[in-house]
């Protein structure tokens, strides 16, 4: 808070001292005595504007040099100094020039006087001339806008809106291009020509696995090892004639119940071809054909597993779209309550 000012020829005052009361001050005056050049001491200092020379006193066709010195009850003293060459603040002792149009910031943090300032206006508050509109009565629409904008934050309900539309229509976007990918995959996974032989094979490889486990079991009970090499090579011949029995094939795959059961079955079926080859030395049964297809069944469960989870995002995506689409219209309806609170739009200044 100011304590004391002092003009030196400041404009019609060649020396001039006054001391302000804490609480409240009034200045009054005749007219053309300098009550308004005191204003302007202050506006200088504080601002730095209007520049140029028109502060300073002539006498006898000779330009002074003018000081203005601002005295807080703190302490702080603040002298802004104007003359031939001559055009600096003083801080507490501390100069500063070459500042250009502005305050240097030390000043400004002993002033403590700011403009009220919006994306592209700037106005003083704390300091009003002579013919001074009150605040914002003679402004155009825009700037009217802009300041409300400041301080309503219409803006951010704006760039809120603005974002969110951006973002659902980004959403909307990858949601189609999901489901043409999906769509995709599926007309993908429907041409694969080797599906059903697989489904086929399953069945088949479950056959096998039941009869060995049997084979095995007989092969224990059996005391003579050309015994269980017959078997063997019976069970073997057997499953060899089931396998080009196309009949067979459709009730075999009539059976089936659990795809992922049997691909765990089949596994477990090589584990035990192999043990049941070096146990009784059977001779090579031709099963690469099997293991290819299991392969191959493995491989399309893989991207059976990855089309699910693409189903699942899928409708985790359009629960959030459907969030977002309910929440829009509430956004808009408290911009439209805004608009018509304020009675001009914060945009662009149209009254409503």
Not at 116 to 139: A, C, G, R, S, Y
Request: aromatic residues 8%; charged residues 35%; glycine residues 4%.
């Amino acid at each position: 808070m100011i304590k004391k000012l002092k003009l030196i020829n400041f404009q019609i005052h060649k020396k001039l001292d006054i001391e302000f009361d804490e609480k409240f001050n009034v200045i009054v005056g005749h007219n053309n005595k300098g009550k308004s050049s005191i204003i302007r001491a202050l506006y200088w200092t504080f601002y730095n504007e209007p520049v140029g020379d028109w502060m300073r006193r002539i006498e006898d066709g000779v330009m002074l040099e003018t000081l203005v010195k601002i005295t807080y009850f703190n302490g702080d003293i603040v002298k802004r100094i104007k003359g031939d060459g001559l055009n600096k603040y003083v801080v507490n002792e501390e100069e500063f020039e070459n500042f250009g149009y502005g305050v240097p910031q030390r000043v400004k943090e002993i002033l403590n006087v700011h403009k009220f300032e919006t994306n592209k206006f700037e106005f003083p508050l704390n300091v009003f001339m002579q013919d001074d509109q009150p605040f914002l009565i003679h402004e155009t629409g825009p700037v009217k806008a802009s300041v409300i904008d400041v301080l309503t934050g219409v803006s951010l309900l704006q760039k809120t809106i603005s974002e969110f539309n951006k973002e659902r229509l980004e959403s909307s976007k990858l949601s189609k291009l999901k489901q043409d990918q999906i769509e995709e995959d599926k007309k993908q996974l429907e041409s694969l020509p080797d599906l059903k032989k697989a489904q086929e094979l399953i069945d088949k490889a479950q056959k096998i696995h039941d009869k060995l486990e049997k084979t095995i079991l007989e092969i224990n009970n059996l005391g003579i090892q050309k015994n269980k090499y017959e078997f063997a090579i019976g069970l073997i011949e057997k499953i060899d004639s089931q396998y080009i029995d196309m009949g067979m094939l459709i009730r075999l795959k009539e059976r089936l119940v659990d795809y992922d059961s049997n691909l765990v079955l089949l596994k477990d079926l090589r584990r035990k071809l192999n043990q049941l080859q070096k146990t009784i030395n059977l001779p090579d049964v031709d099963l690469e054909k099997v293991i290819d297809m299991v392969e191959k069944i493995q491989k399309l469960k893989n991207k059976y597993e990855w089309l699910k989870g693409k189903i699942v995002s899928l409708d985790v995506l359009e629960i959030e779209l459907s969030f977002v689409e309910k929440e829009l219209p509430l956004a808009e309806k408290e911009l439209k309550d805004l608009w018509k609170e304020l009675g001009v739009c914060p945009l662009c200044g149209v009254k409503q």
